[in-house]
C-alpha cells in the first residue's frame, strides 16, 4: 500500500492569526487528524476534551482533542483534531477527509471529491392516535 501526503493549512476561524502549513500524511485508518505541537501551540488552540488512544503496539495514551479551520485542495471545514505532542507525525485522518468531502483514490493513492449522498424520508402527516 503507498503512502499519500498532502499540503493543507490550519486556522482558527475569527483569529486574526495566520493560516499554519502543514504537510499531511493521509491516514484512513486515523478517526482523527493530528496536529503536532509545534503547529497547535502556534494556533494557541486548547484542549476541550481528553481521548485515549491505542498505539499499534497497544500502548494506551491520552491526548487533547480540540477544533480547528482544516484547508487541503481548496476545500476549507471545521474538524475535531488531537492536539499532539512534538514527535507526532501531522496525519489527515477519516473523520477530516469525510467532512471535506474528500477521499483518497485506493488505485493511485491521491485524493478525490466524494460522491456526496442525501437520503430523504417522505414525511407523513401526523395525526393524533385514535383521530
Keep these: 500500500m503507498g503512502v499519500t501526503h498532502v499540503s493543507g493549512k490550519v486556522s482558527l476561524q475569527g483569529r486574526r492569526r495566520r ?3 502543514v504537510r499531511f500524511l493521509v491516514d484512513t485508518g486515523a478517526v482523527f487528524t ?3 505541537e509545534e503547529v497547535w501551540r502556534a494556533l494557541a488552540l486548547k484542549g476541550d476534551r481528553v481521548a485515549e488512544f491505542t498505539l499499534a ?6 491526548r487533547p482533542v480540540s477544533e480547528c479551520r482544516v484547508q ?8 475535531p483534531v ?11 485522518g477519516a473523520v477530516t477527509l469525510e467532512t471535506l468531502g474528500l477521499m483518497v483514490n485506493p488505485l ?21 392516535a385514535g383521530t
Design 72 to 79: 487541503v485542495e481548496g476545500r476549507v471545514a471545521t474538524s
Design 57 to 62: 503496539d497497544g500502548t494506551i495514551i491520552r
Design 82 to 92: 488531537v492536539l499532539g505532542g512534538p514527535d507526532d507525525a501531522p496525519l489527515l
Design 19 to 21: 493560516p499554519v502549513s
Design 108 to 128: 493511485t493513492r491521491e485524493l478525490s471529491p466524494m460522491r456526496l449522498m442525501l437520503a430523504g424520508v417522505l414525511a407523513r402527516e401526523w395525526s393524533p
Design 34 to 36: 493530528v496536529l503536532p
